[in-house]
């Protein structure tokens, strides 16, 4: 579940706020209390990981995992692209050849994307590795579910020798108040890695969230949604979907 939390974040978080372009300060705050968090919390004791969400940015803090020097990764994404005709342009600007679709055979259709980046970093915060660039699409059906679409041109995870995800994924995720306390029980099943915790929220949320990844060539894609129970199969077509175009 390493990967699989710091993706469906990134994916979920352009969904809470809209048109958000995060100054350098406000990722340096986030950042700050992100590993404020993970040394009163005892994460890095425990091996495990959480995640300190605001706005439209995301900092992972993670357990350093083998000799690498990876210990975070920090994401920063848009959410204001409202015509399916620009993303091409966006794409363009980020350099990147992506793959993707206006609208699926089972009715998610397109809804906003936005752009932004993947850093890797150490312990105290300085860059490691390359940056990489992210594409977002979020696709939305007559239900009013909604389905996030991402892909990246690289893998921090992959660049420091970290296993990265592949097929299809389904986890339990569960959104708290930044005051929130952690039961004896959230700590039991996080550090049997049955659960994600996202400080955040307004109030406490349990969400099931699936997921299905996928590499191709030197893009790394993602689809997944929340509550939306959609299945292996039914993912797996919709990532051959978007293969096919």
């Not at 699989?4 to 700050?32: C, G, H, Y």
């Not at 992972?60 to 210990?71: D, P, R």
């Not at 920090?74 to 005709?85: H, K, L, P, R």
């Not at 906003?112 to 915060?125: N, S, Y």
Request: aromatic residues 10%.
């Amino acid at each position: 579940m390493r990967s699989d939390f710091d993706r469906w974040m990134k994916e979920a978080l352009t969904e809470k706020v809209k048109d958000v372009e995060p100054s350098e300060q406000m990722l340096e705050n986030i950042r700050k209390e992100a590993e404020e968090r993970r040394k009163e919390t005892g994460f890095m004791k425990f091996g495990m990981k959480k995640i300190v969400a605001v706005a439209a940015v995301c900092v992972m803090s993670v357990t350093a995992y083998a000799a690498t020097q990876l210990a975070s990764v920090s994401v920063g994404t848009t959410n204001n692209i409202t015509a399916y005709e620009d993303v091409a342009k966006a794409e363009k600007k980020l350099d990147m050849d992506a793959k993707y679709v206006e609208r699926f055979e089972n009715g998610f259709a397109f809804d906003r994307a936005g752009t932004g980046q993947e850093q890797g970093q150490d312990e105290e915060g300085n860059p490691v590795g390359n940056a990489y660039n992210v594409l977002t699409i979020s696709y939305k059906n007559e239900e009013g579910q909604t389905l996030h679409f991402l892909v990246q041109d690289g893998n921090s995870y992959v660049d420091a020798g970290q296993e990265t995800l592949n097929g299809y994924t389904v986890s339990a995720n569960k959104f708290v108040p930044p005051d929130y306390e952690l039961t004896e029980e959230d700590k039991a099943m996080q550090a049997a890695g049955e659960l994600n915790i996202a400080y955040g929220s307004e109030k406490v949320e349990l969400k099931t969230y699936e997921s299905y990844y996928w590499q191709d060539g030197d893009l790394y894609y993602s689809l997944g949604a929340f509550d939306c129970d959609l299945g292996e199969a039914a993912l797996k077509d919709m990532a051959a979907q978007v293969m096919a175009e």
